[in-house]
């Protein structure tokens, strides 16, 4: 397998553009996390998904945050509009069900999000 | 969630044993404690996982006293290849929310 796959690795975009990050998370998995990770913050679970159904999303900083899970193999967080204080390193996570290790999650490498 | 507390840096050379020590004062009957570890430019990974006494795999060994309110992620002869960032997490197994502190920066000299 693949791993966790995110796309894009790197975005640029200017205050007020809408921002899409993309996830496929590892065939199998059964939940779905996304984090935010900054220097003056750390890494932040922003919402999670369990069977594609949202479970908590009480980390998501505003409404102008917003993640969806339409099936199994795609997750979507959608930034609008953007802010310069979006800019971070987002990352999505996914976990097996019925793992040996019980808060084993497996994350992908990060979008580096910049907002100017 | 047991909040835990970890040193925020720490140095090594070579080839020498690292033991971070966690403290998780407020641990639940039904928490676990793991460590994940995280290099720059990538996501955490998954190191050890413990619920008490000594658990060891190719990586790391995980040591939890009796009362299970510290933990202690030992790294033998480290390399180079172990500077990251280290964090402890205490969670039980129906909870899915990691709560990621802000680690302990391991950085290793040759």
């Known amino acids: 397998d693949a791993g966790v796959i995110q796309s894009p690795r790197h975005e640029v975009t200017e205050m007020g553009q809408e921002v899409t990050l993309r996830c496929k998370p590892i065939s199998g998995h059964d939940y779905l996390f996304w984090y935010r990770q900054t220097m003056m913050r750390g890494l932040e679970l922003l919402i999670y998904?369990?069977?594609?159904?949202?479970?908590?999303d009480s980390g998501m900083p505003e409404d102008r945050f917003s993640a969806k899970m339409p099936n199994a193999s795609f997750s979507t967080l959608k930034i609008q509009p953007s802010e310069p204080r979006d800019s971070a390193v987002y990352f999505c996570?996914?976990?097996?069900?019925?793992?040996?290790?019980?808060?084993?999650?497996?994350f992908g490498p990060g979008t580096r999000l910049t907002v100017l | 969630l047991a909040k835990t507390t970890q040193p925020i840096s720490m140095d090594s050379y070579e080839g020498q044993e690292v033991n971070i020590t966690c403290s998780h004062n407020n641990i639940a009957t039904n928490d676990y404690i793991t460590w994940y570890q995280q290099f720059p430019s990538q996501g955490p990974r998954f190191i050890i996982q413990?619920?008490?006494t000594k658990v060891t795999n190719e990586v790391a060994s995980l040591f939890i006293p009796a009362d299970r309110k510290s933990s202690t992620l030992s790294l033998p002869r480290v390399s180079l290849s172990d500077t990251a960032v280290y964090y402890c997490?205490?969670?039980?197994?129906?909870?899915?929310?990691?709560?990621f502190g802000t680690g302990t920066r391991l950085q290793v000299f040759p």
């Open positions: 997490l205490v969670g039980d197994i129906l909870g899915d929310k990691l709560i």
């Open positions: 996570a996914s976990r097996s069900p019925g793992t040996s290790s019980y808060n084993e999650q497996f």
């Open positions: 998904f369990n069977n594609n159904v949202p479970i908590d």
């Open positions: 413990g619920y008490k």
